[in-house]
Structure formats: structure tokens, C-alpha cells
């Protein structure tokens, strides 16, 4: 959830706070504390501030002074390892194809290149979805480390 309050644009801030993002705050600060982050009483503090949030903002305040994590939630990790194994796979099926292709092409011996035709489609259409997933789905500060 910390991570997840670290929103993108103060729109997304400016939401109402539902009570399963408040039961999910709290779950996340008691993990602070049992780590050690946090004593009982700055423990007891932000779980009062957080049960009375009333917008994301308000619940990314008690996260101050905390590390952020990144999908924390089971939903989005999941959909992150599917759009993954979804990018693997297609570039493995377009270097397979492709490849392929192109053999055939070298082997008849035509003049023309014609497997452009499936290598430039296919192309823009794995460069997007290697873009989408690193603008929507790996934070700034991970891309960075990369």
C-alpha cells in the first residue's frame, strides 16, 4: 500500500480513501513495526492518523519517513509477472518466426526482402508493449537501478 500512495499525480491524492485501503495501511505499518521502523507508540500514532484519513494523501502521511515498497499488493504482483511472462513470450515467438523467415528467405534466394513485411508490424508492436510495461508498471526509482 505505501508504495501505492506514492501516486502519480495530485489528482490521484486528492481520492477518498476506501476501508480496505485503510485495512491495508495499517496491515503494512504493523510490518514497519515488526521490523523495527517503528516504535509502539509512532506505531499507535500512525494507525490512529491512518484510520482517520479521509484521502490517499492523508494516508501516504503516515508513511513519512518510511521506505516505500513497490506492488505490494498480490493483484498487482501478479498482473506484473503475467505482463512479463507476456513480454518473454512474445519475443521469443517473434524471434522464432521471424527467424524462420528470413532463413526461407536466404535460402530461395529471392531479391526482394519480403519478410519485412512480418519483422516491421511485429516490431512496433513488441517495442510498445516492452515501453508499456516499463512506463506502467516499474517505478522510476527501479528503472533507475536498471
Known sequence: MAGELALRSSRNRALRASDAEREHAVEELHAHFAAGRLSAKELEERVERTYSARTRADLARAFDGLPRRWLTRPRARRLARAHQSALRLHAAAYATVN???????????????????????WGVFLGWHAYAYRRWLVPRRHRARA
Open 99 to 121: 527467424g524462420s523467415l528470413i532463413g526461407v528467405w536466404a535460402l530461395t534466394g529471392e531479391g526482394q526482402f519480403w519478410p519485412a513485411q512480418s519483422l516491421l508490424p
